[in-house]
């Protein structure tokens, strides 16, 4: 089912979404595949590397194909202006072309982090993304969005830069922390209220496998929210509408991010609690319906995600959502969900908003 | 005849290249007019904010539009990682959200600089630019390419973001630097042996006036080669083909001004060398007509711009060249001159090229 999915741009360009693996040796010859020419520039972070990133480099040089690997930390911290600068010095330590490409191994920070690199680099190289994590493989992998935060906040700068493929190296959730593992799905549970009724009634009935991280109920969970995403981008590539819909609960997670500093609450942690702020707030304004609210707050809590938001005070919460992209003049443009299947985006005050997060 | 310049991009896009001035308010009316909403950010260096930027940002105040000014130190170093960080985090000391508009004041730096800043900022914002030395509007301010210089090299980052319009505030050529002003008829040299005959003789008659930099011969030559720079951008938006052709003596020259360290020599000094040595290039190479040596090198002379590069070292030389973006496998892509009006881009084995360096 997977390796049918593609995401289909304007202009009748495509680039395909595969499951990879298991081995390193066939995630290379994916690679290969995807992008037949050109020295690569494998870059991961320091969990990543010793695990997945360096077996693939060497590979894909065994295949005959010359390949490099850029380490960099772990944790979100690593989205920084310092680290792609040390990133982009590190590329020109050896030969490197505009024929190269850039291929970021790892979960959302590295597909972030190395396609903003391959999208800057001499003004834009091709970009493979494989993922290795459940946040990446069913949202942040798929759909060109690039970028690092600044000190006041997430994704504040980077770039649309559609890789030339993406893969899903499923096996590699083996060695997932269960934390993080457990993260990814609240990204699933976004997509599937984005979607629909069954994809919600599925991730229900395979709550308790996922939960105990059964490697088939996994990869069907990611395979329906990457499917989710490849369908959406495909229809606004670069998030001129439909597509922000994505971004249900972030806005409220990204204030839990960063008023917790990224990493003491994982990005899909604060993302869960973001999307239960989000249906609490459309229950407030009417608009969702509340028994939507003990629905998804059962998926989550199976899955041991939070469901209530960290305690913040009112400047924690408004600071980084006012200085948000998604910020319009005096409105902030929230996400509501009518019913599954039926998000909307609804300018909302920011004084109305500032006084429901008071009843937080 | 400046006013009808327009830079035609593939789909129907197009974009305005316009005389503006010569007050800072009729500078900010053409900016209102090229983008009508949102707030703006103006980004100056230090020379050009108290002469311009700051003159723009207050007028484009008192017309009712929020504005900033976000100031760098001038200088070829501010094209860095750290300064570019530093503007980004500029930008969000103050409201700013994807319908804000970044404004370039200035040369080829604050071009490239502040174009990469619009190009990145929340994975981009609209740009202005407004050019204020001859040569960011004979050349660099026109054609969407933005980016930085990393230790090992110039613009081995950056991004095609292509502006809403280019104002080229031609009285602003009355305060710059004469030795900037005559390094930007280096630009426009080369446009003009790009562009054919015709173009190379009305400069050659109106060498005089140049030199001495009288205004109605500078305002001729910038729109002369604003307009080879629009008609070559609007065939090739992304640099993909035609378009390499305006690097026509930047291979060289980088390799001066890496070698030298960015600043002693100006970046049209470097080119006029560089064009000289792309020139005597193509004699040894039986393709260039050597009486052209000769008429190129009495231009650049008479604007006392240098016709032989610096005493540079093999190493020197090979280092910047072979790590340029031009450089595909085992060949350096160099731009020679066949006759006027036909340059081509002659993929050289690096070997050949540094049997030749040797005999400089």
């Given at each position: 089912m997977l390796g049918e999915l593609r995401v289909e741009l304007a202009g009748g360009a495509a680039y395909p979404v595969s499951l990879v693996g298991p081995g390193a040796a066939d995630v290379a010859g994916w690679v290969r595949a995807v992008a037949p020419a050109g020295r690569l520039i494998v870059v991961a972070d320091s969990n990543v590397a010793p695990l997945y990133g360096r077996a693939l480099s060497e590979a894909l040089?065994?295949?005959?194909?010359?390949?490099?690997?850029?380490?960099?930390?772990?944790?979100?911290?690593?989205?920084?202006?310092?680290?792609?600068?040390?990133?982009?010095?590190?590329?020109?330590?050896?030969?490197?072309?505009?024929?190269?490409?850039?291929?970021?191994?790892?979960?959302?920070?590295?597909?972030?982090?190395?396609?903003?690199?391959?999208?800057?680099?001499?003004r834009g190289v091709r970009f493979v993304a494989v993922a290795t994590s459940t946040v990446a493989?069913?949202?942040?992998?798929?759909?060109?969005?690039?970028?690092?935060?600044?000190?006041?906040?997430?994704?504040?700068?980077?770039?649309?830069?559609?890789?030339?493929?993406v893969g899903l190296w499923v096996s590699a959730l083996t060695t997932l922390p269960e934390r993080e593992r457990r993260g990814g799905i609240a990204e699933v549970v976004k997509s599937a209220v984005i979607a629909g009724e069954s994809e919600v009634a599925a991730l229900e009935a395979s709550s308790a496998a996922l939960a105990a991280g059964e490697p088939e109920a996994l990869a069907a969970a990611v395979a329906m929210a990457a499917g989710v995403k490849c369908a959406i981008v495909g229809r606004d590539p670069t998030e001129k509408g439909e597509r922000a819909l994505l971004n249900f609960g972030h806005t409220f997670g990204h204030a839990i991010e960063h008023a917790s500093g990224y990493g003491e609450w994982t990005h899909g942690e604060a993302v869960a609690a973001g999307m239960m702020c989000a249906l609490r707030y459309g229950v407030a304004q009417g608009l969702t319906p509340p028994d939507l609210v003990g629905r998804i707050e059962r998926l989550l809590a199976t899955?041991?995600?939070?469901?209530?938001?960290?305690?913040?005070?009112?400047?924690?919460?408004?600071?980084?959502?006012?200085?948000?992209?998604?910020?319009?003049?005096?409105?902030?443009?929230?996400?509501?969900?009518?019913?599954?299947?039926?998000?909307?985006?609804?300018?909302?005050?920011?004084?109305e908003f500032v006084a429901w997060l008071g009843t937080l």
């Open positions: 040089t065994a295949a005959g194909r010359e390949s490099r690997l850029l380490v960099f930390e772990a944790g979100e911290a690593s989205k920084s202006a310092r680290v792609v600068a040390s990133l982009w010095e590190g590329a020109f330590e050896g030969p490197v072309d505009r024929g190269d490409v850039v291929v970021g191994v790892g979960g959302g920070v590295a597909g972030d982090l190395a396609g903003f690199v391959a999208a800057t680099l001499m493989m069913s949202d942040a992998a798929i759909g060109g969005k690039t970028g690092i935060n600044l000190p006041r906040g997430k994704n504040l700068v980077g770039a649309f830069h559609h890789p030339v493929g899955q041991k995600l939070p469901t209530v938001p960290p305690s913040l005070s009112l400047s924690e919460w408004i600071e980084p959502i006012t200085r948000d992209k998604k910020r319009s003049g005096s409105n902030v443009k929230l996400i509501l969900c009518r019913r599954l299947g039926r998000c909307e985006i609804v300018p909302t005050p920011i004084d």
